[in-house]
């Protein structure tokens, strides 16, 4: 068996597949449907930005009775059956891709169509494989891939409107969840910043509930072929993630906010300036919302940071010693989130004397 490594552009490997010399064969394949129209849009997108995406494997065989060369597609037949199919203008772009939403391949610019089809594709080509060296070809390819994690399974099971509201929103907030490292590469590689906007999301939806991932996929089901309250919570979310980001600005760069506690700073603004549904102010030491995110972002960043000032000193005695231990066990469950929430809404209300324990 031999392998041969290169890179074929986008016309070639249509034209191939027109003239049905690059086929598909159905044994190697795990689906014989269609990706949904967002996931194939999103995939045209990656090409039109110049994106690179996973290999292309393909099976070089010469059919002995024309004597031509035929290839099948070992790995990599919903990505080109996408591409063939958007230049042959059989669905149009969704809103998932912001730049083109409703063009087809033809609506695109003369330069912009160009661009498309002398895109670089790399392609390992098996020549002279047996029909058991491919399968063990196909076997490999798929168990290199790490097991999902929750967050990669949400978005590998849902293609509906929550999933690319989702997407979308990481463009604009995972940046930040890196800068203030809330957030490492690794865990922004397996999808974490996904899961942290999903249950900021939800706290809007629902209010402040137990880490669950059965309630995070109902919101993914819920929400996936409509979901209205969209520009609603894309709003609040927005508002919300930019005053931490501009008036708490110490706060983040002090690098003290993590996963669980980004999640109860957002509980306690949201709260604070809107309310949030099924948060019972006896249940956060009798506070009530004061309709704004802080009267002085200033004192609230001075009182924020004494509160993790206390926790990094590991002060388990002192007065914030309910606040420090619920940021040392369990940071997921509802009455931690409660406690945590309560702490740091008397932050910003400048009312954290006031918290009796």
Known sequence: MQVVRNTIIISDLS???DEKILLVNREYQRSSGLWPLNARSYFIDTIINGFPFPKITIRQIVDLRTRKSVREIIDGQQR???????????FQLTRVSSQYTDCYFSDLDKELRNHFLSYEVSVDTVVSGTEEEVLEIFRRINSYTLPLNEPEKRHASYQGNFKWFILEMLKFYSPMFESYKILNTRQLSRMEDAEIITELIQLLDLGILTRSNP?????????????????????????????????????????????????SLFSALAYNRWGLPGVDSINIGGLTPDNVFSEDSNIATQNILELFGAVENDDERGRFSEFVKVNKRATGNLESRLIRHKWL???????????QV
């Open 15 to 17: 034209n191939w597949m």
């Open 80 to 90: 080109l059956t996408t591409i063939n199919d958007f230049l042959n203008d059989k």
């Open 215 to 263: 309630k995070l996929n109902d919101i993914y089901k819920r929400y996936d072929t409509s979901f209205k309250p969209r520009t609603d919570y894309e709003r609040k979310l927005a508002e919300t993630l930019n005053y931490i980001k501009i008036d708490l600005s110490d706060v983040c760069a002090a690098h003290v906010l993590k996963k669980y506690s980004i999640y």
């Open 345 to 355: 809404l008397a932050a910003l209300q400048n009312r954290i004397t006031d918290i």
